[in-house]
């Protein structure tokens, strides 16, 4: 069975322009969650989708959205790029809300 | 209060002895528990959950947890170098499905 699937790998852009995330959940797998990963702040939780729904959402200002496809693919977007926007940023599936998470491999996001 | 609290480590265990990691939350309704092995330049990957109170074993691997000490626990038998990477607890809230993760410790497995 195939993994959670991130594209692109890698990401560099310049401050004030915005970035689209992509994520491929494992099969059979309807909820996605989104996280920010930094050396100095660890795992912060973004969001979470079920059923093409927002259903949890971290402390980010509102620069940072989401959505999900009925096929439970999910995308994550960032607007207005800040500098400590630059992160890995890690999408996971799990079969249903608060069960385990299984994680891709990240979109490292460098901000210039 | 952090709401999943590890100490950040490095940790350094001998080949061969046991590795210890802690993780205490603070959310007390709080009823999933997961620990992650997060390598570096890698992403988490699970090793194991647990729901309820005592002990949970998968080979060398033990997670304890003691709900009424919103304790968590981490055992690791016979530590090998390829177990040196960072440890995540990873905690699900009792009032929402999110799942909140620690700061990981780092484990070091010396020959």
């Known amino acids: 069975k195939a993994g959670v699937t991130q594209t692109p790998r890698y990401l560099i852009k310049t401050r004030g322009q915005q970035v689209t995330l992509s994520c491929s959940p494992i099969?059979?797998?309807?909820?996605v969650s989104w996280y920010q990963q930094t050396p100095g702040q660890g795992l912060q939780f973004l969001f979470e989708y079920f059923s093409e729904t927002q259903r949890n959402k971290g402390n980010f200002p509102g620069r940072f959205s989401g959505r999900q496809f009925s096929n439970s693919r999910s995308e994550m977007n960032v607007s207005t790029l800040e500098l400590g926007d630059s992160a890995l940023y890690l999408c996971?599936?799990?079969?249903?809300?608060?069960?385990?998470?299984?994680f891709g491999s990240g979109t490292q996001l460098s901000v210039l | 209060q952090k709401e999943v609290e590890q100490n950040s480590g490095p940790l350094s265990v001998p080949e061969g002895a046991i590795a210890s990691l802690n993780c205490t939350y603070s959310d007390r309704g709080s009823q999933s528990f997961f620990w992650y092995r997060q390598y570096s330049g890698k992403s988490p990957e699970l090793i194991m959950s647990?729901?309820?109170?005592g002990d949970k074993e998968d080979g060398r691997f033990t997670a304890q947890l003691n709900k009424a000490s919103q304790y968590v626990s981490l055992l690791i038998r016979d530590s090998q170098p390829s177990d040196s990477a960072t440890y995540l607890c990873a905690v699900r809230y009792s009032s929402a499905s999110k799942i909140i993760f620690g700061s990981g410790t780092r484990l070091s497995i010396r020959p």
């Open positions: 099969s059979g797998h309807r909820s």
């Open positions: 647990i729901y309820s109170n």
């Open positions: 996971a599936s799990s079969l249903a809300q608060g069960r385990e998470l299984f």
